[in-house]
């Protein structure tokens, strides 16, 4: 059966920026997890980051310039937190190297796992298209990523391979 990667927030863990959760409550993720098919992550716990942290947010960019070195990731302080969202994302993909993932579920918005919208940088709460590094580099190798209201597209991707 397939491994499925799912953001840890997702899955009701404390580790989003604020100490909080993102529980998504789906059908289809209960079934994954009944099956033991979900792999939780967060990349920017996994890459040491306290939970809570500051909001960050991508400057000049999204994931793709953050991977090629155009673009940072900063808290609203301007603390310059790149390297670590750098190592969370390789983390990430390490997870699925291990487990043979192919698939991915990860929380929208996030500088880290954002699959189509991310904030724009500003913190003013405004969106943009853009995914994050995360998210990015994932795709980049493979990894078919979907945020957290895709999940049927997730699931019909999953019966596909």
């Not at 400057?59 to 969370?88: P, Y």
């Amino acid at each position: 059966m397939e491994k499925i990667l799912v953001s840890a927030c997702l899955l009701g863990k404390r580790v989003r920026y604020d100490g909080g959760a993102k529980m998504l409550s789906s059908e289809i993720l209960s079934q994954w997890q009944a099956e033991s098919r979900v792999v939780p992550v967060c990349p920017e716990v996994d890459a040491g980051l306290p939970t809570p942290r500051a909001p960050a947010e991508i400057i000049a960019g999204d994931g793709s310039d953050v991977l090629a070195g155009s673009a940072r990731v900063v808290d609203h302080r301007g603390k310059n937190l790149t390297e670590a969202f750098l190592k969370g994302a390789s983390l990430a993909l390490q997870l699925c190297r291990r487990h043979g993932i192919k698939v991915a579920v990860l929380t929208e918005h996030s500088p880290s796992c954002g699959s189509a919208q991310i904030y724009d940088g500003s913190f003013s709460g405004t969106k943009r298209p853009g995914a994050g590094v995360t998210a990015t580099l994932l795709r980049q190798h493979g990894v078919r990523v979907y945020g957290q209201h895709e999940i049927v597209e997730a699931q019909r991707a999953i019966q596909s391979l």
